[in-house]
Structure formats: structure tokens, C-alpha cells
């Protein structure tokens, strides 16, 4: 009997910064979980941090992912075609968001069907996605399809992506400027070494 798939539909944000934090946020309108919000903080030092604003979800994506420290807070994330607003414990982050380019643009050739496909999903990203790697600026560990820390296959079904320039700070203290980001090992798939957000269909194993 084949496991049953869980999918997680939203938007995945990501920057990393002079200070050397690094974060990836989830903002999930449709999940098995309902609507929630997630930040996963990479500290200057390596330690890894996990704040979602449901306790279901903390506990699901501690099982999949790696983290250091976890906690359970109200996450805001707020969504508008051209910025992202996150709001997470101390942490504040902005994206204001580029209009669409090439990439993007490529990926709205694709059926909206045919991108949720998984045998789709392995065909992309073992072909296309050394293809695609010069325009994320490298990006040699982003992944669409891996398997998790719980030992649950994962598919990213990508729908858009969107540059971004972004600013963050930690309880009121700015971290600088952007940089490319350091890998995080949060899980299997690095997030693009620049600021980012990408529209995202996440199918992963019960």
C-alpha cells in the first residue's frame, strides 16, 4: 500500500545577512495542519532554530528537519504580490519582492498539473536543475526531491520565482546587508544562495 502524501501549499522566503543569520520562512495557507507560518533561523554560530506558530506543525517538521532549539510562537507572515513581512519572536524580516524574471517566466510554461506530478518533479530535478543553477547563483544543494531526516520522501513542486531585496533585524538590531547564504542543513535541499521567495507545492510521506 503506498504512503499516504501530505501537501503543503504556500510560499517559501529565504535571505541571509552580514551578521551570518540565515532564515527560510514557510507561510502554508493550505496544509494538513491548516494555515500556519514557520521561520527556520540558522544563528551566526551554526545552531539551528525552528519558530512555527502551531504546535502540530512545530512537532511534524522537528521530525523531518534538523534543529538545535525549537519553540512554539505566533508567527506572522504576511503575503502581498510585491512583499513579504515576517514577524517571529524578535526576529523581523522584510522582502520586497522584483517583478518576475526569465526563470519565472519558464515556469509559467508548465501546466499548474503537470508541475504537481512527482515523476515530474525527479524528471526536473535531475535534468533541468543543473540547467537552472546559474540563474540561482549557484545554488549546487538545492534540491527538488530528497528524502527527509524521518526517512519520509519529499517533492517540491515549484510554481514561481521571485528575487527580492530584503532587510532583517533581531530585537530591534539590524543585521546589514544581504550576502549569499551559507548552507544551513536544516534538511536534504538548500534554499537559492540570494534573497528569494518561491511558490511552492511541498508533497511529503505521511
Known amino acids: 500500500m503506498a504512503p499516504e502524501l501530505l501537501a503543503f501549499d504556500g510560499w517559501i522566503a529565504g535571505a541571509a545577512f552580514a551578521s551570518g543569520d540565515r532564515f527560510v520562512v514557510g507561510r502554508w495557507p493550505r496544509s494538513p495542519f491548516g494555515s500556519f507560518a514557520d521561520v527556520m533561523w540558522a544563528r551566526p554560530g551554526g545552531e539551528r532554530v525552528l519558530l512555527a506558530s502551531d504546535e502540530r506543525a512545530l512537532a511534524f517538521i522537528r521530525r523531518h528537519y534538523t534543529f538545535e532549539e525549537h519553540r512554539a510562537t505566533p508567527v506572522d507572515v504576511r503575503v502581498s504580490p510585491r512583499r513579504i513581512r515576517v514577524s517571529a519572536a524578535q526576529v523581523e524580516l522584510d522582502l520586497d519582492l522584483e517583478q518576475p524574471g526569465a526563470l519565472s517566466r519558464l515556469l509559467a510554461l508548465r501546466p ?95
Not at 177 to 190: D, K, N
Request: proline share 6%.
Open 112 to 206: 499548474r498539473r503537470l508541475r504537481t506530478l512527482r515523476t515530474w518533479v525527479a524528471i526536473e530535478d535531475r535534468l533541468a536543475r543543473p540547467l537552472v543553477a546559474p540563474l540561482l547563483g549557484g545554488g549546487a544543494g538545492i534540491r527538488a526531491r530528497g528524502r527527509t531526516r524521518g526517512g519520509s520522501r519529499e517533492w517540491y513542486a515549484i510554481h514561481a520565482f521571485r528575487l527580492a531585496r530584503a532587510r532583517a533585524a533581531i530585537g530591534g538590531v539590524d543585521l546589514g546587508g544581504t550576502v549569499p547564504a551559507r548552507a544551513c542543513g536544516f534538511g536534504f535541499s538548500e534554499f537559492p544562495p540570494m534573497p528569494a521567495a518561491v511558490r511552492v507545492t511541498s508533497l511529503i510521506e505521511a
